[in-house]
């Protein structure tokens, strides 16, 4: 079952050249763009985060040592509709887009231990936006068409390996090979054929190395007598970011002649991302999460320059999952069921107004067996303003996915 | 079992339909206006430029582009206070097998040259008159210019007689002598040559005709000559022109400092050169329009003013070289002529030479008509030739 979901997966990345979602937002001109954090279904119907849930029907890139519950070789395939609704003070629009999201794999090597690798594939950040403006040029008596725009992102390739100590203290770190290309379009476009129209693209070659660190605590509701809340568990992880280096070639179309204009290899700073997360359970049945993430993106530089459309992201996270029975054997005991809140201070300050985001979530898990899910998320997700020459945007967003688990690599035992 | 095989069969399409969806319809390439406004900083630049109005230079200069004449559609004789041009013809002179070994027996007992009249220029009341003279060194109708003009030997002595210019031919008697000369040539080649003869318009002349050339059929200039071998009767026999060519010498009107000259025949034309300043280099160039006025009455013929010329994109700096990919075709409206150059900017701005353009009419090799046009002198700015430029750049 599972070798034949990853050669149709394989053939369906392949098909669409690995199409991250994307976002349509003029926002992502800023920075690196639109920051993406879990890319996880289960992680998007709960707000987003849950740095401290090691579940083991789950995979989480947010922790390095979440994956240490893994008890079965596990792949998760995850992909999200967008529909937006963008406005500013002179114009709306709405839009659809769609995408894959992540991908990623898991294999336990020692439960006893708590040793367990996962390795997938992820957006960090998206750029996506297109806007034009229709001109008539009274000094040269012509009409023209100014068009803007960006694609691309950076994605984060990870390898996490996680270690559980004797007295359930979780360990993880991960290898974070970043990569991407991210390209800014400007077009001058003529109605005619008699004037040359003209493109301007400046485009970033991103690649580098980062590393994660996490660490879950062990259950400590024990330590509190008579407490209400079962399985409480702290965890701290952090993404150490640092320099990628960019390759950097901006270049001028004219007709069909190009020429190169500038070239030179740079750098990209990635600041330390850090995650402070809080999970415990209440009747076996609820599991809730509350986590706070910190990023100084005030402190990104892009080719050694700060960027004062930059602000240091805080993000809080809390959600709920139900599940009636972990251990049932029906449908409905089996099926999960998620709610979630998300308010974010965004990487983005634009016009000295910083953006802020806010988000309500919910999803499902349904079973397929006890093993295998097949996961639903909606968002709805607002964020900026109208006034100030901003843009206020309104997101639903539908993602889906697939976590599937089997035994790969250990004996099982009759 | 969990999970009944059908529900699980339905959840399975469904979350592949919804792949499907995602990867064939998923992404929507809509461009909106919404947001424009933060990317300011981004958007481009565009800056015009107007050779009346902005820091241009400009010089221009008449020129003359030396041209061989052979491929014109007419021959053209006469003068004026300014131009003369003379015409060379040869005549195909094919004997026949009894000829050849009797040639010296033959008596020409007369000579007339037919020229059938497609052109003229100048004073039609005006005098036409010209002298015939042998040459005697080779030419080349494709490769004689007025350069090499000097080169070429004539004799002193004329051979024409007898002129008359109807409306549509002009003829004349050529001396038979020359004419016996041409048939011992075709015999004897070491003593005797045949190079055709040289008309030459008279002093007084005051008028310039065209004629039909080689190539033109059955109205290319023919010689008709009455022949008569030893105890023979009279014979006529008709001889076509192979090879004709106009030479045109002199110096297109002077109208003063302001105003150069595109003379065809002459082929002289005028060399324009621009040097905008301060276009940044990272600078696309979108626009690009060069324009001349032209003074419509000393222009000739003011009545027919070609409703097009040609701006072509020079080479070098000091030879009228083109690089014929570029060249404009400048379009009239009514004393206008206009043209789009913006590949001819683009091929400036990215070679960071600029050795100008070259109006030149758009078949200069073709009669005698003058365009006459205002140049970089011009008092009045708004006369100038004139570039108008858009270019882009990322801010």
């Known amino acids: 079952m599972m070798k034949k979901f990853l050669i149709v997966l394989f053939v369906l990345i392949s098909i669409s050249e690995y199409n991250f979602a994307q976002v349509k937002s003029v926002y992502s001109k800023f920075g690196i763009g639109n920051l993406e954090y879990s890319n996880s279904v289960r992680k998007a119907g709960m707000g987003d985060l849950g740095s401290a849930l090691d579940d083991y029907e789950f995979i989480s890139s947010l922790n390095p040592a979440a994956i240490s519950e893994l008890n079965l070789t596990r792949v998760e395939f995850s992909g999200k509709f967008n529909s937006i609704y963008q406005k500013d003070y002179k114009s709306s629009t709405s839009l659809t887009t769609g995408g894959f999201s992540s991908f990623g794999i898991g294999f336990p090597i020692s439960r006893d231990n708590g040793i367990s690798l996962s390795f997938g594939l992820n957006p960090y950040s998206i750029v996506d936006y297109s806007v034009k403006e229709e001109v008539f040029d009274e000094v040269i008596n012509k009409k023209y068409t100014k068009e803007l725009s960006g694609d691309g992102g950076i994605s984060r390739l990870y390898l996490n390996l996680s270690y559980k100590l004797p007295f359930g203290l979780r360990l993880g770190a991960g290898l974070d090979y970043f990569f991407g290309n991210i390209d800014y379009n400007s077009k001058l476009l003529f109605d005619n054929n008699d004037d040359f129209s003209s493109t301007f693209l400046q485009k970033n070659k991103v690649k580098g190395t980062s590393f994660s660190f996490g660490v879950i605590s062990p259950n400590i509701s024990s330590l509190i007598d008579n407490f209400f809340v079962d399985d409480l568990k702290f965890a701290v992880s952090i993404q150490t970011g640092g320099e990628l280096t960019n390759s950097f070639m901006f270049t001028k179309q004219v007709a069909s002649s190009i020429d190169t204009i500038n070239s030179f290899e740079g750098t990209f700073n990635l600041p330390i991302r850090l995650i402070y997360g809080l999970s415990f359970s209440v009747n076996k049945s609820f599991v809730f999460h509350f986590d706070y993430l910190n990023q100084a993106w005030t402190k990104f530089k892009h080719n050694g320059l700060t960027d004062n459309n930059l602000q240091d992201v805080n993000k809080i996270s809390f959600g709920v999952e139900y599940q009636k029975d972990k251990l049932g054997q029906s449908f409905n005991d089996l099926t999960i069921w998620r709610l979630g809140f998300s308010y974010e201070q965004t990487p983005f300050k634009i016009n000295n107004k910083s953006i802020n985001e806010l988000s309500f979530a919910a999803g499902v898990s349904l079973p397929l067996s006890r093993e295998n899910t097949v996961d639903f998320s909606l968002q709805y997700v607002t964020r900026g303003e109208v006034e100030n020459s901003l843009i206020k945007e309104n997101f639903i967003k539908f993602g889906f996915g697939i976590s599937l688990g089997e035994l790969w690599f250990i004996q099982q035992e009759r | ?395």
């Open chain 2, 1 to 395: 079992m969990i999970l009944s095989e059908k529900l699980k069969l339905h959840i399975k399409k469904l979350f592949f339909v919804i792949i499907s969806i995602l990867v064939f319809f998923g992404c929507e390439d809509k461009i909106t206006q919404v947001g424009e406004d933060l990317l300011n900083d981004d958007k481009l630049e565009i800056i015009s430029l107007d050779s009346r109005v902005d820091n241009i230079n400009q010089y221009s200069m008449q020129m003359n582009q030396v041209l061989a004449l052979g491929n014109a559609s007419s021959v053209i004789l006469g003068k004026d206070t300014y131009l003369e041009s003379k015409v060379l013809l040869n005549f195909a002179i094919n004997l026949t097998t009894s000829e050849v070994t009797a040639v010296d027996s033959i008596r020409i007992l007369s000579a007339y040259v037919t020229l059938v009249r497609n052109y003229s220029f100048g004073d039609s009341n005006g005098v036409f008159n010209f002298n015939t003279h042998s040459i005697t060194s080779d030419w080349n109708p494709l490769t004689i210019t007025s350069d090499s003009l000097s080169k070429l030997n004539y004799s002193s002595q004329t051979f024409s007689s007898d002129l008359r210019v109807e409306d549509s031919l002009v003829t004349f008697a050529l001396d038979t002598s020359l004419v016996k000369h041409w048939f011992r040539a075709e015999v004897d080649t070491a003593n005797y040559k045949n190079y055709g003869v040289i008309l030459i318009p008279t002093v007084n002349t005051n008028r310039f005709i065209g004629f039909y050339t080689y190539g033109s059929g059955s109205t290319v200039a023919k010689i008709e000559v009455v022949k008569q071998k030893l105890g023979g009767n009279p014979d006529t026999v008709t001889y076509s022109a192979y090879s004709d060519v106009h030479i045109v010498t002199g110096n297109t009107p002077n109208y003063g400092s302001e105003k150069s000259v595109i003379q065809n025949g002459l082929t002289t034309g005028i060399k324009v050169v621009f040097t905008p300043e301060n276009i940044p280099s990272d600078a696309a160039l979108n626009i690009g329009t060069i324009s001349v006025t032209v003074d419509t009455l000393l222009s000739e013929p003011a009545s027919s003013l070609p409703d097009y010329i040609f701006a072509n994109f020079l080479k070098d700096s000091s030879d009228i070289k083109f690089d014929d990919i570029y060249s404009i075709r400048l379009t009239r409206e009514g004393n206008v002529y206009k043209g789009n150059a913006v590949a001819v900017v683009n091929k400036w701005h990215r070679d960071k030479t600029f050795y100008g353009v070259y109006l030149t009419s758009s078949s200069p090799i073709e009669g005698l008509s003058r365009l006459v046009v205002y140049n970089s002198n011009a008092v009045d700015s708004l006369l100038r030739p004139r570039l108008q430029l858009t270019y882009s750049r990322k801010k």
